[in-house]
C-alpha cells in the first residue's frame, strides 16, 4: 500500500497553524509535548503518549465532486 501523506519527513511548515491555535488554546499541551511537528512531538507520538488513530484502506476518488448538499469541504 502507498503512503499518501508522510508528514514527519516533510518540511514542518504543515503545522504552524496548529502550533498557533494551540498556543492560544491549549498552551499545556505544547507544554507537555512540543510543538506539533518537532522532535520532541514526533518522539511522543511514537512513543504512544499522543493517542492517535490510523486508517488503512484504499483511495477510491480523488478530485472535486458536484455539491448535492452545500458542503463545507468538496475537495479531497
Known amino acids: ?3 499518501i501523506f508522510d508528514l514527519k519527513n516533510s518540511e514542518n511548515s ?3 497553524s ?3 491555535a494551540l498556543a492560544n488554546v491549549w498552551p499545556e499541551y505544547i507544554g507537555k509535548y512540543g510543538e506539533v ?4 512531538w514526533w518522539k511522543n507520538y511514537d512513543s ?3 493517542a492517535y488513530s490510523k486508517v488503512l484502506g484504499i483511495v477510491s476518488f480523488i478530485g472535486k465532486r458536484q455539491d448535492f448538499l ?3 469541504w468538496d475537495t479531497v
Not at 37 to 40: A, H, L, R, V, Y
Open 70 to 72: 452545500n458542503e463545507e
Open 37 to 40: 511537528g518537532t522532535e520532541k
Open 48 to 50: 504512544g503518549l499522543i
Open 14 to 16: 504543515w503545522a504552524d
Open 1 to 3: 500500500m502507498s503512503i
Open 18 to 20: 496548529v502550533n498557533e
